[in-house]
């Protein structure tokens, strides 16, 4: 089994063991100052000191390990993660998850890590670019810049061109203005002169690319998925392959039936959950049920949950942690394992009004009585359980305190036609409307899967929850929800468990 706390070297990254090629060897080596000017440029963002490579023979020439156990761990800030493939151990270099089908070195494992939750971490992004000191497939302008013609000529240069992925883990999406578009767009602030450039971005007020940055998601716990992506663009998660192939890896031609089959199986055969707290222990233990194995086992179809048929919805969708509400006892673990508790008690029955969300409010009923899972309300996963997007304000270029959108672009989006003609609004990502063109659809976005999280800060499509604090204080603000301090500790002890 392949262990985070036995230091395994970055995805993406080379084995120190393995001889440089001639091209490496050719390469000019970047000073000492190299790190500091990382350092003083990113701000947020730690730069993790290069780390001891595992065995030659114990991983590829891309960091990722020849055989991927079927049972594999990985430590995160409040404990360790598993992931589970039900398809048994993976041969990585013959499996097409892990190859790269184009051009630029990518495969999907270049952006969804098994070290971070199956997506990328700040931390995790700037050890890989120390490391290879920027080389890393990761690093490539068509979308992990801040636009496709940043300049990396120099070293000052190439950090300022991956300030946000080395930030925050924030990839460039580009989008065509939808040719149906109900609205036109005005680039308000434009950090980085993509959006506003017209080789690069809007040509006109209602032609040309729109470049937004979003974190990408987790290519696990998939099997319990309503909506594919941020904004829903994808049907399927086989051409959600396809499409990743052709554009993030740069393919000339798509990937063939076979290698598709491959990447869905694997996506589709993996879980990932929180197993173990550092103050609750095992989160199976006592009869609970947290951990990857009962997940991989959990019922799932779309609707399973739907809050839009009340005859038929459990707002009690987690159930993890039951067990433990009646435990006794002052030892600090069994402390931990009651706030965890009082923390999925608060999720699922914390009544508050959920009010201007598009997706689940409307004109005519602009406020509803809910709680967390109202939204979040597949059974002990957290998507919701059909292909609904919702706007809870994220995407707002002014945006709430506990949230952070400095260095995103702003758009003003004015309805031209439609039912919300005459509707200008404000936001950092116009989300599912630069898919379907309806205003009612700005900002709107999927909800995510919650199993997992303490593994994959920061939050939200645009990162701009630094923590699961910020979350929760986002939460707390936004609906007022009334949280004492200890019902956010409790809060976020729950979701640090799942």
Not at 341 to 364: D, K, S, Y
Request: charged content about 10%; glycine content about 8%; hydrophobic content about 40%.
């Amino acid at each position: 089994m392949r262990h985070a706390h036995s230091r395994a070297h970055p995805v993406g990254s080379q084995s120190a063991s393995a001889q440089p090629t001639s091209a490496q060897a050719a390469r000019p080596r970047r000073s000492a100052g190299w790190t500091g000017t990382a350092a003083a440029l990113i701000g947020a963002a730690v730069l993790a000191p290069a780390l001891p490579p595992l065995p030659a023979a114990a991983q590829s020439a891309t960091g990722i390990p020849a055989v991927l156990d079927a049972l594999t761990s990985a430590t995160n800030p409040t404990g360790i993660a598993n992931s589970l493939q039900t398809n048994g151990a993976t041969t990585t270099a013959n499996n097409a998850f892990f190859q790269s089908l184009g051009t630029n070195g990518r495969s999907c494992a270049t952006c969804h890590d098994p070290q971070a939750g199956w997506s990328v971490t700040p931390s995790g992004v700037n050890t890989r670019f120390q490391v290879t000191q920027g080389t890393d497939p990761l690093f490539r302008r068509i979308d992990g810049a801040t636009c496709s013609t940043a300049s990396v000529a120099t070293p000052t240069a190439l950090l300022r061109a991956y300030a946000p992925l080395l930030g925050k883990g924030l990839f460039r999406i580009a989008q065509p203005v939808p040719a149906n578009a109900q609205f036109t767009l005005a680039v308000t602030s434009d950090p980085y002169e993509c959006n506003s450039n017209p080789a690069t971005g809007l040509t006109s007020a209602s032609s040309g690319t729109v470049s937004v940055y979003r974190r990408p998601l987790p290519a696990t716990n998939l099997r319990f998925q309503s909506t594919i992506m941020w904004d829903g663009r994808e049907a399927s998660l086989t051409s959600q392959a396809a499409n990743a192939t052709l554009g993030h890896a740069r393919a000339t031609t798509a990937p063939t039936a076979a290698q598709l089959a491959e990447i869905v199986a694997f996506e589709s055969g993996l879980f990932t959950a929180q197993a173990s707290s550092t103050a609750a222990g095992a989160l199976d233990a006592l009869g609970a049920t947290g951990g990857v194995s009962a997940l991989s086992q959990q019922p799932f179809t779309i609707g399973i949950n739907d809050p839009a048929t009340p005859a038929s919805f459990d707002r009690s969708a987690f159930t993890l942690f039951t067990a433990w509400q009646g435990l006794t006892g002052g030892d600090p673990v069994t402390r931990a394992r009651q706030s965890i508790a009082r923390g999925e008690r608060i999720f699922n029955t914390r009544a508050f009004t959920i009010t201007n969300v598009p997706g689940l409010t409307t004109q005519a009923n602009p406020s509803v009585q809910g709680s967390c899972t109202t939204c979040h309300n597949t059974p002990n996963v957290g998507t919701h359980s059909t292909n609904v997007l919702m706007n809870i304000g994220v995407s707002n270029a002014t945006a709430p305190p506990a949230l952070d959108v400095t260095g995103l672009p702003v758009f003003t989006l004015t309805c031209t036609t439609g039912p919300q003609a005459g509707r200008s609004v404000a936001v950092t990502d116009p989300g599912q409307a630069m898919v379907t063109g309806r205003c009612s659809d700005i900002g709107r976005m999927k909800v995510p899967a919650l199993r997992g999280l303490a593994a994959r800060a920061p939050y939200f499509h645009n990162g701009s929850a630094l923590t699961l604090n910020s979350v929760v204080g986002f939460y707390n603000g936004r609906f007022n929800m009334g949280l004492s301090q200890q019902e956010r500790t409790d809060l976020l002890n729950f979701l640090r468990a799942l």
